[in-house]
């Protein structure tokens, strides 16, 4: 079977991509996508060890990627980081706001930590990330902005109210940005993931991840490789003319 068995092929050459969240599970494979399709990637995320092995992954398939250490709640950090990637090398291209966190419990026991932690994590950063980056974008009249959201924010789920406002908000800034940039040849994107095998669902136990393999018609979680090809096909100039939508890949969970 070729190596390309079953995936989009991609020409991202000359392309730059910050990928947030780059240290493992979705955002590992989405910077691994990006940079077997050429582009030179920002690895970005706290665990630099970690964005080492996603890097030398990257170096070893005979791509170019770079550690950004990087926590994205952190304004002046977030800012910095597409700031940096521009001086290194020259452009940025694509950014991939993966970055997020869950904190779950039903509302009546949700602390202002556990709200402030997931909104600053998965929505703030987003909008730190995005704004940085469409100055750079403006100026080369191209960009792809594609924002991991996820199904919660679709349709809500029981002890994620603050996961699900964040996703919620994150498709919504989405739209806005979308209609904001259009006419620069940015394109903003969202995709929500259903459930997919990761160090996340992981802590769902096996119970749960039994449960929610029977209410997916797929009968299985998604592979955090499906999401990358997502992310590819968005990245790709085949998506040129796709701004504001939200691509949903969850094995027609939400169908
Ligand atoms: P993981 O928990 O496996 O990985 C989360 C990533 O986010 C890690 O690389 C982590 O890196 C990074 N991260 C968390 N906080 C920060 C921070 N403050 N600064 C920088 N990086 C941070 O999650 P998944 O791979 O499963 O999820 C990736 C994205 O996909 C998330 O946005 C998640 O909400 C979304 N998603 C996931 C689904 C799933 O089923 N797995 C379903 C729907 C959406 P580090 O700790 O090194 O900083």
């Known amino acids: 079977?070729?190596?390309?068995?079953?995936?989009?092929?991609?020409?991202?050459?000359?392309?730059?991509?910050?990928?947030?969240?780059?240290?493992?599970?979705?955002?590992?494979?989405?910077?691994?996508?990006?940079?077997?399709?050429?582009?030179?990637?920002?690895?970005?995320?706290?665990?630099?060890?970690?964005?080492?092995?996603?890097?030398?992954?990257?170096?070893?398939?005979g791509g170019t990627a770079e550690v950004f250490a990087c926590d994205v709640t952190d304004a002046q950090a977030a800012t910095a980081l597409v700031d940096e990637v521009a001086e290194k090398w020259e452009r940025v291209d694509i950014v991939v706001n993966n970055a997020g966190i869950t904190r779950d419990t039903l509302l009546p026991r949700m602390s202002d930590d556990e709200w402030d932690a997931v909104i600053q994590t998965n929505l703030r950063s987003v909008f730190l990330l995005s704004r940085a980056?469409?100055?750079?974008?403006?100026?080369?009249?191209?960009?792809?902005?594609?924002?991991?959201?996820?199904?919660?924010?679709?349709?809500?789920?029981?002890?994620?109210?603050?996961?699900?406002?964040?996703?919620?908000?994150?498709?919504?800034?989405?739209?806005?940005?979308?209609?904001?940039?259009?006419?620069?040849?940015?394109?903003?994107?969202?995709?929500?993931?259903?459930?997919?095998?990761?160090?996340?669902?992981?802590?769902?136990?096996?119970?749960?991840?039994?449960?929610?393999?029977?209410?997916?018609?797929?009968?299985?979680?998604g592979e955090a490789d499906e999401i990358a090809q997502g992310v590819l096909f968005l990245a790709s100039r085949s998506a040129d003319y796709i701004t504001g939508q939200v691509l949903t890949i969850d094995g027609g969970m939400t169908a």
């Open 1 to 61: 079977m070729s190596e390309n068995e079953g995936k989009i092929c991609v020409d991202l050459s000359g392309q730059v991509a910050v990928v947030t969240g780059a240290s493992q599970g979705i955002g590992k494979a989405i910077a691994l996508a990006l940079g077997k399709a050429g582009a030179k990637v920002a690895c970005a995320a706290r665990s630099v060890e970690k964005l080492q092995e996603t890097a030398a992954e990257i170096t070893a398939a």
């Open 133 to 221: 980056a469409s100055q750079v974008m403006m100026r080369q009249r191209y960009g792809r902005i594609i924002n991991i959201s996820s199904v919660s924010g679709l349709m809500g789920n029981p002890g994620q109210a603050n996961y699900s406002a964040s996703k919620a908000g994150v498709i919504g800034f989405t739209r806005t940005v979308a209609r904001e940039l259009g006419k620069r040849k940015i394109t903003v994107n969202a995709i929500c993931p259903g459930f997919i095998a990761t160090e996340m669902t992981d802590a769902l136990g096996p119970a749960l991840v039994d449960e929610v393999k029977k209410r997916v018609p797929a009968k299985r979680l």
